[in-house]
């Protein structure tokens, strides 16, 4: 495949989000995508991947796209926010992160989140549009049923060629420490069932209703 095959991945998402002047709109275009990707990955089954279906490894390869558009998206979304200063100086107030975040109903643990993730600087696209190819060649059972994770892109880019799958436990305890809230907790289990297998899912499920009964998270939601 040519460089410029391999940058066609990410093409419709560097195109989106170079013309993307707000947060509200990073905002908007990361949800389509997320909204895209649910909805084709309801398209096919794993057998049918497996069986080497045209018509499923084609709706796959879609869906692995939208996951690469949503990653970017999230990442602009974070690097927006970091440039936002937290505070209203003199007489001339700026936008805060908090007031941006509630005019794109985005939830404050969420873009923390985000935020932490453009802390790493600027995404390498070239290396993205590898790496998604590399998932939707790939014959490996864990890296197809992964997909295109935050996790994966970080491991391809050290040279190690896998993909994580399990959930992920560290920004899961900062987030649910430093948030204490039953819709902070939705969130990261949210983020965490990207690429989870059906037991995975079902432990996380179970342990968020663990937490819930527990009385670990004391606030109701926001």
């Known amino acids: 495949m040519s460089e410029n095959d391999k940058l066609a991945v990410v093409s419709k998402a560097r195109t989106a989000l170079a013309k993307a002047e707000n947060f509200d709109q990073v905002v908007s275009l990361r949800n389509s995508a997320k909204?895209?990707?649910?909805?084709?990955?309801?398209?096919?089954?794993?057998?049918?991947?497996?069986?080497?279906?045209?018509?499923?490894?084609?709706?796959r390869d879609r869906a692995l796209e939208a996951e690469a558009i949503e990653l970017l998206a999230e990442h602009k979304a974070g690097a927006m926010l970091n440039s936002l200063k937290t505070e209203k100086a003199g007489d001339q107030p700026k936008l805060t992160v908090a007031e941006v975040c509630r005019s794109a109903e985005v939830n404050s643990n969420v873009a923390n989140f985000w935020q932490r993730l453009a802390k790493d600087g600027p995404m390498n696209e070239t290396k993205l549009a590898e790496y998604v190819e590399f998932v939707q060649n790939s014959d490996v059972p864990a890296i197809i049923r992964a997909g295109v994770s935050r996790e994966g892109f970080r491991a391809y880019c050290k040279g190690k060629g896998e993909v994580y799958v399990h959930a992920i436990k560290h920004d899961f305890a900062i987030m649910l420490l430093g948030s204490a809230t039953e819709e902070g907790l939705d969130a990261l289990v949210d983020v965490s069932l990207r690429g989870a297998t059906q037991a995975q899912a079902k432990n996380l499920r179970e342990g968020r209703k663990g937490i819930l009964e527990k009385g670990v998270i004391t606030r109701g939601r926001k």
């Not at 909204?35 to 709706?59: E, M, V, Y």
């Open 35 to 59: 909204a895209a990707r649910t909805i084709l990955k309801d398209k096919f089954s794993p057998a049918d991947i497996r069986k080497g279906l045209s018509s499923a490894l084609d709706l």
